[in-house]
Structures are given as structure tokens and as C-alpha cells.
């Protein structure tokens, strides 16, 4: 069983709406990742966060360890946005374990 | 600004045969990953390098081995393809091990027949 649950595994959005994609883990852990893939594979590290919340332009990340659970915010979303969104979380061995992630679309 | 660059970008493969992939990264990063994605699957692991003259196991490490070469450049040789090893190959390397994002490669489309 994968440590790292997200959901929806898919998404379709119309331009403009406010998305969120969530992430929940079973271990404690020292951080969280967001990662972005686009179509032709390339990977990019959008966050790290271990508390609270980030913000980078329209993309947010929160995080509550309690709960441990992660949520990832698209606002004014755009079709360039479409994607696949990966969790990852770090434990205490320092290695990362990846969700599935979840495949954005967004239609103008 | 290369980041992390990975050679070839697709490769087809007969079982049996060996070859290596190649990562070099230019960001004076201490640590190294090799990871593998697999449809319906998230990344995993298969070795990784700390720093340089050190290397590691992964989750999913049988069918290969790693050589750190030097700081920049970590390979990924697979010594008898098998087809369970068709994937998608990616490198990613980090200032250090621990809490650092990681930059990741464009990746290495591997085919096994």
C-alpha cells in the first residue's frame, strides 16, 4: 500500500476556476513536496513545506501534520496548467516516497 | 543553465543487452538519485549517492548498478535488460541529502523487447 494517497487521481477544470488537489501520508514525516509534470516528462519542484502554508504566484500549498495532510491550490486556473501534480514526502531516512499523482486538465 | 542533463532521451533495448544512462548535473550538488516511473505508479527509487565516492540502494534496486564518477556525474548501467525494466528513467541530484528540493532530468524513455 502506497504510504501516499492522492486525490482525485483526475481532474478536468474549466479556465479561470480555483482547483485544489490533496494529499494525505500515513508516516511522519520531516517535509512535503509538490512536483509538477508536464506532457513530455519533465519534472519541477513547485514546494517544500514542513509547516504552514506557501505561496508562489497562483499556486498555494498548505500543509497540517496533525491531520498529515497536504493540499495544493491552483487559483485563476489556466490551460498551461495542465499537468500531472506529485506529492512526495520525506521521512526520517531523508528518502522521498511519491504518490501517483494526479492528472490536471484544464479546457479553456 | 543545464540543471540536470540526461543522455539519451529514448533508447530501444533487446533483452539481454546492456547499456548505461547517463546524468550529469552543473548546480555543484552533493547528492544524486536515479528513480524509475512506472504507469499507475509513483517514482521509486533505485540508487542513490549521497556524495561523491559513496552509493546506496534504493526500493528497487535489482538489475542495477550505479557509479558515481565524479561530483557531476552519476550513471545507471543495466547489465541484462529485461522487459520488466521498460520505464521511464529519471535522475535528479540535490545540495545535499535531507530537507533540499530536488531537480530532476527530462528523463530517459527505456524500451525492453
Known amino acids: 500500500k502506497n504510504e501516499v494517497e492522492q486525490s482525485p487521481q483526475n481532474l478536468t477544470a474549466q479556465e479561470g476556476e480555483f482547483i485544489t488537489i490533496n494529499c494525505s501520508y500515513s508516516v511522519g514525516i520531516s517535509a512535503l513536496h509538490w512536483l509538477q509534470q508536464h506532457p513530455g516528462g519533465g519534472i519541477v519542484s513547485l514546494f517544500m513545506l514542513s509547516s504552514g502554508k506557501k505561496k508562489h504566484g497562483r499556486l498555494i500549498a498548505t500543509i497540517n501534520i496533525q491531520e498529515k495532510h497536504s493540499s495544493l491550490h491552483i487559483t485563476a486556473s489556466h490551460p498551461r496548467d495542465s499537468a500531472v501534480y506529485i506529492c512526495a514526502v520525506r521521512g526520517s531516512n531523508y528518502k522521498l516516497t511519491f504518490g501517483k499523482g494526479t492528472l490536471l486538465t484544464v479546457n479553456p | 543553465n543545464a540543471g540536470v542533463t540526461q543522455t539519451p532521451k529514448f533508447q530501444v533495448l533487446k533483452t539481454g543487452q546492456s547499456m548505461t544512462l547517463q546524468c550529469a548535473q552543473d548546480?555543484?550538488?552533493?547528492?544524486m538519485y536515479w528513480y524509475r516511473q512506472d504507469p499507475g505508479m509513483g517514482l521509486r527509487l533505485i540508487y542513490y549517492s549521497a556524495s561523491e565516492g559513496t552509493t546506496d540502494k534504493g526500493e528497487v534496486p535489482n538489475g542495477y548498478n550505479v557509479s558515481r564518477l565524479n561530483k557531476r556525474e552519476f550513471s545507471l548501467r543495466l547489465e541484462s535488460a529485461a522487459p520488466s525494466q521498460t520505464s521511464v528513467y529519471f535522475c535528479?541530484?540535490?545540495?545535499?541529502?535531507?530537507?533540499?528540493?530536488?531537480?530532476f532530468g527530462d528523463g530517459t524513455r527505456l524500451s525492453i523487447l
Open positions: 548546480m555543484n550538488h552533493n547528492s
Open positions: 535528479a541530484s540535490s545540495y545535499r541529502e535531507g530537507n533540499q528540493p530536488q531537480h
